[in-house]
């Protein structure tokens, strides 16, 4: 491998800018998938939660060889990290960028840079590392390329003129004279020439993105001949290997079979070495690990052998055991409380999974590769405070655990606040609003209820407008769902952190109360029919409902408790109208995000595999009016 070149780059972008469909064309176009093999798209989302949201949510990486191109005719070795665009999945995007050396900053040719485009960029400049702009689907019918392009280049300035370490801005110049690249993920093109608005660029596939890779970023600054440092960056699992690490090479050799020092922390954060053998050495050809010798500084590789190892500890030569700088990540901004099911039906939604040790033993499994998550005990045993980035991060991690057979009771989203100087400080977030102009109003209104202020507003082609709101992200919680009402699902919300600021004050966020059964038994159609003006319902006849179960929406902000099991009563008197067919509404079903949205303080949530359902922390009516009255005399 001596005249093997290596570039390390991870691809960057918001939400949907079409990152992995670009590495789904390297894979292709470099053989990955061999001469006649069968793919899929998208193949780095290989999660199920990824191909049904359409998101990437974990970081991921691929090695394209490039025979040929590298010194002396050697191999060009590509080593490709897929990061997430979403700020809810931060931490795999700083683990993603603590891996490489460069980053191609992916934006759609219409939308341009959106919020988490300004995110990873930050994450990218903060690391010192050089940017190349690549406007993708230029093919697009509403593109607006030279506009994009320009909106980039002023991101790039302003983020790195608001950078407190001036090394690791940029300077100006060389920001501008930054290569611009021009591609259509989906046609497998780029170029360096733009095609025009609405044109795919022109050329045959995109080997230009592979040119401007090789002669821009720069090669991992390594040292093959020096004692062995490398970084562990991500972890995985195999049913014969055990737990899986993988990392970056930075300085020597590592061999199969080798003795390593590992170094690694304690709870106090107390720094362990340990020597430890490499059982197997894995090297990633295309999208698969396949087994190696031995690997070289600057590659990105795997190991297996060490079984607690975890994300941030440093393997290094055992007579010089130098550790490398733990990898850090932003604080969480969001909470859930997490626990065993307690509803009068828990054991019959599907899980088997059902006891506080074996949940509580799934949470500590998923901080070991999760960087960005804390598990934190509360005063129940059988319950945790969970702390992430966001509400999508958290909600992937529970539907991830009811899909894996747990039933579980999950509290109402929190924001995670902090005391500083005596002053309670709660986290902000800036929402970008892209929306039809005839809905402004409504919009403005919608955010000024949850202590949203504007700060600015673009008016776009197509009678589209664009705002930027600075909003506590507790008034983000439940949000979704009333603007996309608000839009008639035609506005686009994204938003990212803004750091802390002073407790905004009391914030309503829910416009409807709960319709609360009020006995168990069988959700029956005479029910259902007679208070159908009440609301809109969640359940529909043949349902079981229990006592303090949220049945429905009521149409007025306050709850209600209402007998949803009533039964018609039988009489000898008949019409000829009297036995006509009930038609009711079609319930609405929640999925879990809208019943995270929905949950009220006092509410939380029954997940099982196979039923999702809102309910009262306090079942009883009874002590719900008593706790109510308490708090009520409390604030007196």
């Not at 992995?20 to 001469?35: I, R």
């Not at 009811?402 to 999950?410: I, N, Q």
């Amino acid at each position: 491998m001596t005249n093997t070149e290596f570039r390390n780059v991870a691809i960057v972008a918001h939400v949907d800018h079409g990152k992995t469909t670009l590495v789904n064309g390297m894979l292709e176009q470099s053989g990955a998938f061999g001469d006649h093999g069968e793919h899929t798209d998208r193949v780095m989302d290989s999660n199920d939660q990824e191909r049904e949201r359409g998101i990437t949510i974990l970081a991921k990486n691929t090695a394209i060889t490039r025979k040929g191109l590298g010194k002396d005719g050697g191999d060009l070795i590509i080593n490709v990290i897929d990061t997430p665009g979403h700020a809810d999945f931060g931490g795999e995007v700083e683990r993603g960028i603590s891996m490489v050396d460069g980053v191609v900053l992916l934006v759609d040719a219409s939308e341009g840079p959106l919020p988490q485009t300004r995110f990873v960029l930050t994450k990218a400049l903060e690391a010192k590392l050089p940017v190349i702009i690549c406007v993708n689907k230029t093919d697009r019918p509403d593109a607006r390329i030279d506009e994009v392009v320009s909106e980039s280049q002023d991101l790039l300035l302003e983020i790195a003129a608001g950078l407190d370490d001036e090394d690791a801005a940029l300077a100006a110049e060389d920001l501008l004279d930054l290569p611009v690249l021009y591609a259509s993920g989906r046609a497998g093109v780029a170029s360096t020439v733009n095609p025009g608005d609405g044109n795919v660029p022109e050329g045959k596939d995109l080997q230009p993105l592979f040119d401007v890779i090789y002669h821009v970023l720069p090669e991992p600054s390594a040292n093959a001949d020096a004692p062995l440092q490398a970084h562990v960056t991500n972890l995985d699992s195999d049913d014969f290997l055990g737990r899986i690490a993988l990392l970056r090479i930075y300085a020597g050799k590592i061999r199969k079979g080798q003795q390593v020092a590992w170094i690694h922390y304690d709870e106090d954060d107390n720094e362990h070495i340990k020597t430890v053998k490499v059982a197997e050495l894995l090297r990633t050809v295309g999208f698969e690990r396949q087994p190696t010798e031995e690997a070289i500084a600057g590659d990105i590789v795997a190991i297996s052998g060490i079984s607690d190892i975890m994300i941030g500890d440093t393997i290094a030569d055992p007579e010089h055991p130098v550790a490398l700088p733990r990898i850090t990540v932003d604080e969480p901004a969001i909470s859930m409380t997490i626990g065993v099911n307690t509803s009068p039906l828990a054991g019959q939604g599907g899980g088997d999974k059902l006891t506080a040790r074996v949940i509580k033993a799934r949470l500590e499994q998923e901080l070991i590769g999760n960087v960005s998550l804390r598990v934190l005990p509360t005063e129940r045993p059988d319950a945790w405070e969970v702390q992430g980035r966001g509400e999508m991060a958290l909600s992937v991690l529970i539907e991830s655990m009811r899909r894996e057979g747990f039933e579980l009771t999950v509290g109402k989203p929190q924001v995670v606040t902090q005391v500083i100087d005596g002053k309670t400080m709660e986290p902000y977030e800036i929402l970008t609003i892209d929306s039809p102009s005839e809905f402004q109003g409504a919009i403005t209104q919608l955010l000024a209820a949850r202590k949203g202020q504007m700060q600015a507003m673009d008016v776009r082609e197509g009678n589209w407008v664009r705002m930027i709101f600075r909003v506590p992200a507790r008034g983000l919680i439940g949000f979704r769902t009333q603007f996309l009402t608000e839009t008639r699902g035609a506005g686009i919300a994204n938003s990212i952190a803004d750091g802390l600021d002073v407790w905004a004050g009391d914030i309503k966020a829910r416009a409807t109360g709960s319709l609360i059964a009020d006995r168990s038994g069988q959700i029956t159609a005479y029910a259902l029919m007679q208070l159908s003006d009440r609301g809109d319902f969640f359940v529909e006849p043949g349902t079981e409902a229990y006592e303090g179960m949220v049945v429905g929406a009521n149409n007025r902000d306050e709850d209600m408790d209402i007998n949803i099991t009533r039964e018609k009563k039988l009489t000898n008197m008949r019409s000829a109208t009297a036995d006509a067919t009930v038609t009711l509404a079609k319930a609405r079903n929640l999925s879990l995000e809208e019943a995270l949205e929905f949950c009220g303080n006092d509410e939380c949530i029954e997940v099982a595999p196979h039923v999702l359902r809102v309910r009262k922390v306090d079942l009883s009516a009874t002590d719900r009016k008593r706790a109510a009255a308490r708090a009520k005399q409390l604030k007196k």
